[in-house]
């Protein structure tokens, strides 16, 4: 049934709006995508369609709650749904496509086709883009019989998209500004920050759509929804476009201060001023998206296949959503991540250390921006271990530390190596020279305890406590080099010699306390074992000489040889893999065939997982299923082979 009343029918202004790029059908994605990214904002405005057609069920934020979002398309008086569950034929879905920054669908409406795109222009180089809360939904009709037909479209948002739970009560207003009309919706009790951790939706602020006033019908109806109407006129062709977004005020509670979000740090600004600036940006945003998305495509199928190219590409959007931009109040910046379905940690250190390859490779500013909390922790004198936090908080709360417990070598070496990369994608040592006793202090930690670590717990704590882990002590030995190469950058060459020395007798001694014949174990103690040695990659990426190249090689053909169906497991104690660390233990391989060769197991878990939910990067390699984890910033860590 049609909710709107009909509006007189006005054909749409030429050149009001133009239309997002649908993908010509040799450039879209093979892959089905277990979820397509809809909306990416933040760690809460985070929504995806989990099913094959968009019109099979509602979109669901990350948790997989409903947020409503429905789609009708009437031509010639007869309503198509093409998006969500709810009233009206259903269209016909042509095809899904999930890029870099956009998502595009096609659909049948009778005579007419329907193209659909999803925008979240997250273009790493500019911080006002990846902090303005706003994305775009473009449309585009066009007869497929060469005759007019008299089209309009209609979007329907719950306000659930702006609360917890469902019961929580709400308020939805309509306002005009300029050229838009905005809808929003919000929680009659505004607290913020009242709530924190990982199964959590924000319900605080509000959600808003936005469009153009010009042949728009937009009110709140009966129920609370969000509607908003646009008559095409009787057309062979038409296109435009509506805005969604979200103002959360307050973005993250820091160490007792608390941060608005980055495109409004100085409090001086609204958020009508930011849908006037995404209006006014439309097209100029549709053009570097549709680059950005065939470069990365190109770069990517050129460093590793069409089929690495396309996990990259639905890696995008997931890892930097996954995390908030503010500035802190000495004024760096702060990409804060909220560790989706674990614990809710917010500046996880090593979710930061797998997600890196993303931002060092797009913007190293960012890199530094995911781990000036961290320091900030130490340097302050909250935190006064020989090593790292885990975390600093749980999202939104960045207060200290609240995992149970600390992972020593781990965090001291994902920091150092960090850091060493930052230098090395800047060309500068000024970031290891800002935190160079910090650095000292980690660094004399590993040299005394890394070789031959201790019980403790490294990045994959999901498979418990172990000792004498030996990939572990790969990435102690790895910091060491970097905390050397470092001190080289900066001219402190006794520094240099000292650890760069240590760092290569340490590597000697490593291959023999692991070598088992034909490949290298798991722990030293353990013969018959083997893991995947993904934190050697640093040492082939930062070209630190300390593993010879017959050590990666060894690796690989054991790899070669030891995969299921659906990738490389992450030792021999499991059938469980992490997908982030398949990439980079691929990454060893010296030639493109055994790249592929480790990479094409995972493109087809994703492709035929039943777990429809954004990437999991903890699955089963012997079944379509994954064993935890969704949604989570870690995914940046596929672009490790384009670094």
Not at 185 to 200: I, M, P, W, Y
Request: proline share 5%.
């Amino acid at each position: 049934m049609i909710r709107f009343l009909t509006l007189a029918l006005i054909t749409l202004a030429a050149g009001v709006s133009a239309p997002a790029t649908a993908p010509a059908d040799a450039s879209r994605n093979a892959m089905r995508a277990p979820a397509y990214p809809l909306v990416t904002i933040d760690p809460y405005t985070n929504v995806w369609s989990m099913a094959d057609h968009l019109y099979d069920d509602d979109v669901r934020h990350w948790t997989e709650v409903a947020f409503p979002l429905r789609g009708w398309l009437t031509v010639d008086g007869v309503e198509y749904r093409f998006m969500g569950a709810g009233e009206g034929t259903a269209a016909v879905q042509l095809y899904a496509d999930a890029q870099a920054t956009r998502t595009h669908y096609g659909f049948t409406c009778g005579p007419v086709e329907l193209s659909l795109t999803f925008t979240a222009p997250l273009l790493l180089d500019n911080p006002e883009l990846i902090s303005r809360p706003v994305n775009y939904i473009s449309y585009g009709v066009k007869a497929t019989d060469g005759k007019k037909h008299v089209v309009a479209i209609r979007f329907e948002a719950s306000p659930l998209w702006a609360v917890n739970t469902p019961e929580q009560e709400t308020v939805s207003e309509k306002s005009e500004s300029g050229k838009l009309v905005l809808l929003r919706a919000g929680t009659k009790e505004q607290n913020h920050f009242s709530r924190k951790g990982d199964d959590v939706r924000i319900d605080w602020g509000y959600f808003y759509l936005a469009a153009d006033k010009k042949n728009t019908a937009a009110e709140v109806l009966p129920d609370g929804m969000l509607g908003i109407s646009r008559n095409l006129g009787s057309r062979r062709t038409a296109a435009g476009f509506i805005m969604i977004g979200y103002d959360d005020v307050y973005s993250i509670r820091y160490f007792g201060e608390k941060l608005r979000p980055y495109w409004n740090r100085s409090g001086n600004r609204t958020i009508a001023d930011e849908f006037a600036v995404a209006r006014k940006d439309y097209k100029r945003l549709m053009k570097r998206c549709d680059k950005f998305d065939r470069e990365l495509i190109a770069d990517a199928t050129a460093a590793g296949g069409r089929k690495y190219a396309e996990l990259c590409a639905l890696s995008y959007r997931q890892s930097i959503c996954a995390q908030k931009l503010v500035q802190a109040p000495d004024g760096k910046l702060l990409l804060l991540s909220k560790e989706n379905n674990s614990n809710g940690s917010i500046g996880t250190v090593d979710i930061s250390y797998p997600a890196a390859p993303l931002y060092l490779k797009y913007n190293p500013k960012m890199s530094e921006a995911m781990i000036n909390a961290n320091y900030y922790y130490s340097e302050s004198g909250r935190w006064t271990k020989p090593f790292p936090a885990h975390d600093v908080g749980t999202y939104p709360m960045a207060e200290g530390q609240t995992y149970p417990g600390d992972m020593p070598v781990e965090e001291a070496g994902n920091m150092i190596i960090l850091t060493a990369a930052i230098c090395h994608f800047e060309k500068s040592g000024d970031y290891a020279a800002k935190h160079w006793e910090t650095l000292s202090i980690w660094a004399e930690y590993l040299r005394t305890f890394g070789l031959d670590p201790e019980n403790q717990l490294c990045t994959d704590d999901f498979a418990g406590h172990f000792a004498h882990n030996a990939n572990l002590s790969i990435k102690a030995i790895v910091a060491l080099a970097c905390y050397g190469r470092m001190a080289q950058t900066l001219g402190k060459a006794d520094i240099d010699s000292e650890y760069t020395a240590a760092a290569r007798e340490m590597a000697s001694q490593w291959i023999q306390m692991a070598s088992d014949g034909d490949h290298y174990r798991l722990t030293f103690d353990k013969p018959g074992t083997w893991s995947q040695k993904y934190n050697m990659v640093w040492d082939k990426i930062l070209d630190l000489g300390l593993f010879p190249k017959e050590v990666r090689a060894t690796e690989t053909a054991w790899y070669l040889n030891h995969q299921n169906a659906y990738g490389l497991p992450l030792d021999n104690r499991e059938m469980y893999t992490k997908s982030d660390w398949i990439v980079w233990t691929a990454t060893l391989a010296d030639n493109p065939e055994d790249f592929e060769a480790l990479i094409s197991p995972m493109w087809r878990f994703y492709n035929e997982t039943r777990d429809r939910v954004p990437m999991s990067d903890w699955y089963f390699t012997h079944a379509p299923h994954r064993r935890g984890f969704k949604a989570r910033a870690v995914v940046g860590g596929h672009f490790i082979k384009l670094l």
